[in-house]
């Protein structure tokens, strides 16, 4: 039990009857003392910390002897908090593992501009998608699965791009209208049709038509000397040291005598029966020539010709016209 003992010089307190004390404050009561409690000056008596000479709250009870704990509980904001089991509490031990704590905020990210160590995973974002989640390497390889190399790229299915411009030659993809256009402007391999003025390079090979064809068919120089085509001709000057003007098919002329030539062939023909052609132009004191094949010296590879001239309208002589031209037909 504990006393108090307050100064009356002052006039704190007044004795009201014999145990009740008024407690006052400038000479208005603030507190009545009985031994039934505490009185306020509202006229309420409220047993609270001092119920009486024998109703102290012990210590080693621990709030036990209070006429309503539960109310007690609820005036002092507790709940029920005070009758929990000891296991229910955070305990030092526990709560940097299990709860946030100051302590334990370091091993935290900011949520802003975070750093993250270590091997942070996240949840996988479906593929295709498109927005400011978090993409997982797993994300990433479905997605880059789906796109090609760019060092010796394999498409698959039906891939597109832009087509160029015609007449490109460059290293771009070449789409197949690209390729379609530029395949317009040519001609086929096989029987190819030409349109405005075609030319062919020197030594272009092609297909030989038949003998007799009479169309626009491209000549082969093998076509040109089939039958009923020119297999030979040659322009020269007969006289004194024979030589060639021009020619087809001609590589030399051997010159035999007095108005007497062997024009030899640089490509053999199919046949020695052949039609000749032959004009001459004799010296300024004759008036004309006569030019003649020597039938039995004709071969698939030269031909040998005479040429004649008429002296004063009775005779003939053979010559050496000045120009001379034969041809042989085939």
Known sequence: NYAISIDNSAGYYTSISSGVYSIVNAAVEVIRLSGSGI????????????PGPTGFLLKADNLSGLANTGTARTNLGLGTMAVETASNYLTTATASATYFTIASAANKADLASPALTGTPTAPTAAAATNTTQIATTAFVTTADNLKADLASPTFTGTPAAPTATAGTNTTQLATTA?????????????????????TLPTGTIATTQTAGDNTTAVATTAFVRTDNNVKVWVNFNGTGTIAIRNSFNVTSLTDNGVGTYTVNYTNAISSNAVGCCMVSDDAASYRGSNLQGTGANNATTSYRISCWAILGGTSFAQVDPINVMFAAIR
């Open 178 to 198: 690209f390729v379609t256009t530029a395949d317009n402007l040519k001609a086929n391999l096989a029987s190819p049709t030409f349109t405005g003025t075609p």
């Open 39 to 50: 009185k306020y000056p509202d006229g309420l008596t409220q047993e609270v910390a001092y």
